[in-house]
C-alpha cells in the first residue's frame, strides 16, 4: 500500500494567473488522491482578482502568511522565512513544494533550514528575453542579486520542474539549476474544456459576448500586462482590412488594462473590439471564437494556449519560451515571431481565409492536449516527482 503524503504547497499569492491556477489545481487533485495537503500564500491581492474565495470553498487547508509579499522587503522576508520555518517545523511535511520567485527563494530556504524534501516549481524563467516581468526586467540594477537568490533557492531544493525540454534546457543556460536536478512536469488544463464543443456551444457562447452572427470572431485570454502583448494584437488587428468585419475579443483583467483600452479607442476598429473582462465561464466562451491568438513576449508555457487547444479552437501563438513545445507550427496550430504586428495580421487573415485547414489543427491540437495535459496525468507526474523523494 502506497503511504499517504503529506504535502506543503508555498505559494507567493493567489491571483488569478496560469501559475496560481496550477498550484490550486494541483492542491484539490493532490487531496482527491487521498495526499493531506495544506496551501500557505501571502495576503496580496491584484486587480487580476483573487482565487481565495476559490480555495476556500473547495474545502481546500490554506493558510495566510502576512509577510510572505512579492516586491523586495528585507525585513518582511526575513520574516517570511521564520514563519515558514515555524510552519514546516509544526506541520512535518514528507515535501515542501514551492513556486514562483520570492516563495520559491524563502520556501526553499526554510525547507532546507529544516531539513525537509523541496521541490521548487519557478513556472517559468523569469530572466528570458522578452519576458518582462515587473520587478526583474524594470530594475536591471536588481537583477544579478535575483540571480543569485534563485540560484541558491534551486541549491536549496532537491528537484526543481520544468514545463518543458526548452523551459529546462533555457534555465540550465542561465545557470539556474544543474541539469540532473530538472524533471518535466508540463501545465494542466481543467476538464471543463475538454468538454467544450465549438459547434454546440458556438451560439451560446457568441450571445453572451454580444458578438453578431456570421461574423469572424478574434480572440485571446490572459492577464492585461506587457509581457502578453495586448498592445501587438491591437495593433496587428488595425492592420485587417474593414472588409474582413472581423470583431475581437480580450478576456482578463491586469494592470495594463486602461492603457490598452486607451488604445483600442484610437483604432477605427473601435466598435469591433470587446473586452470582456475577468470571466468565471472561459471555457463556454472559447467556442465563441474563429481563432485564439496569444501575441505574448514572454510565456512560460501559455495554459491559455492550451485551454484553446482543449477546447479545439484554432491557435495562433508567438513563438517565445515553451510554446513551441506545445504549438507546432503547421501541424496543430500555427506560430509567429513575437512583436511584429505585421505579421501577426497577415497569419490571422491567412488563417481566417483557410478555416478548413485551420479547424484540421485545431482537431489534431485537441488529441495531442488531452493526452499529455490533463489534470490527471500532471498530478501523477507531481506524485512521481514526490516519491521519488520520499521513497
Known amino acids: ?72 522587503a528585507p525585513v518582511r522576508d526575513v520574516l517570511a522565512l521564520v514563519g515558514l520555518v515555524t510552519e514546516i517545523s509544526a506541520y512535518a511535511p514528507d515535501v515542501v513544494h514551492v513556486h514562483t520567485s520570492k516563495a520559491g527563494f524563502v520556501g526553499a530556504v526554510a525547507g532546507r533550514l529544516c531539513g525537509a524534501r523541496v521541490v521548487y516549481t ?35 531544493s532537491d528537484r526543481v520542474t520544468a514545463l518543458s525540454e526548452e523551459d529546462r534546457d533555457q534555465q540550465v543556460a542561465a545557470g539556474l539549476a544543474r541539469a540532473d536536478r530538472y524533471r518535466i512536469v508540463p501545465n494542466a488544463v481543467a476538464p471543463a474544456f475538454f468538454a467544450a464543443d465549438p459547434q454546440r456551444d458556438r451560439e451560446s457562447a457568441r450571445r453572451r459576448l454580444g458578438l453578431p452572427d456570421g461574423v469572424p470572431a478574434i480572440g485571446t485570454v490572459g492577464r492585461l500586462v506587457p509581457e502578453k502583448g495586448h498592445d501587438v494584437l491591437l495593433d496587428a488587428f488595425a492592420r485587417l482590412p474593414d472588409s474582413r468585419g472581423a470583431w475581437l475579443v480580450i478576456v482578463g483583467g491586469g494592470p495594463s488594462e486602461a ?70 507550427d503547421g501541424e496543430n496550430g500555427s506560430l509567429v515571431e513575437p512583436g511584429d504586428p505585421a505579421a501577426l495580421a497577415d497569419r490571422i487573415s491567412w488563417l481566417l481565409d483557410h478555416r478548413g485547414e ?34
Do not use: K, W
Open 1 to 72: 500500500m502506497i503511504p499517504r503524503l503529506r504535502i506543503l504547497q508555498v505559494i507567493t499569492r493567489l491571483i488569478r494567473g496560469g501559475a496560481q491556477r496550477t498550484v490550486v489545481t494541483l492542491a484539490r487533485r493532490l487531496a482527491e488522491e487521498g495526499c493531506e495537503v495544506r496551501l500557505i500564500t501571502g495576503p496580496e491581492e491584484g486587480p487580476e482578482g483573487t482565487l481565495l474565495p476559490e480555495v476556500r470553498a473547495d474545502g481546500l487547508d490554506v493558510r495566510i502568511l502576512p509577510e510572505l509579499v512579492r516586491d523586495p
Open 122 to 156: 519557478p513556472h517559468g524563467n523569469v530572466f528570458a528575453a522578452g519576458a518582462g516581468i515587473r520587478g526583474v526586467s524594470d530594475r536591471p540594477g536588481l537583477r544579478p542579486l535575483l540571480l543569485r537568490l534563485r540560484r541558491i533557492a534551486s541549491r536549496c
Open 259 to 328: 492603457d490598452l483600452r486607451a488604445r483600442a479607442a484610437a483604432i477605427p476598429a473601435a466598435p469591433r473590439i470587446r473586452f470582456a473582462g475577468l470571466r468565471d465561464d472561459v471555457p463556454s466562451l472559447l467556442p465563441a471564437l474563429d481563432l485564439f491568438v496569444l501575441s505574448s513576449r514572454y510565456e512560460s508555457q501559455g495554459i491559455a494556449v492550451l485551454e484553446a487547444l482543449a477546447a479545439g479552437v484554432p491557435v495562433l501563438a508567438t513563438r517565445v519560451g515553451g510554446v513551441p513545445g506545445i504549438v507546432r
Open 358 to 391: 485551420a479547424e484540421s489543427r485545431a482537431r489534431r491540437g485537441r488529441e495531442g492536449t488531452r493526452a499529455r495535459h490533463s489534470e490527471e496525468a500532471v498530478t501523477r507526474a507531481y506524485l512521481e516527482v514526490y516519491r521519488e523523494l520520499v521513497g
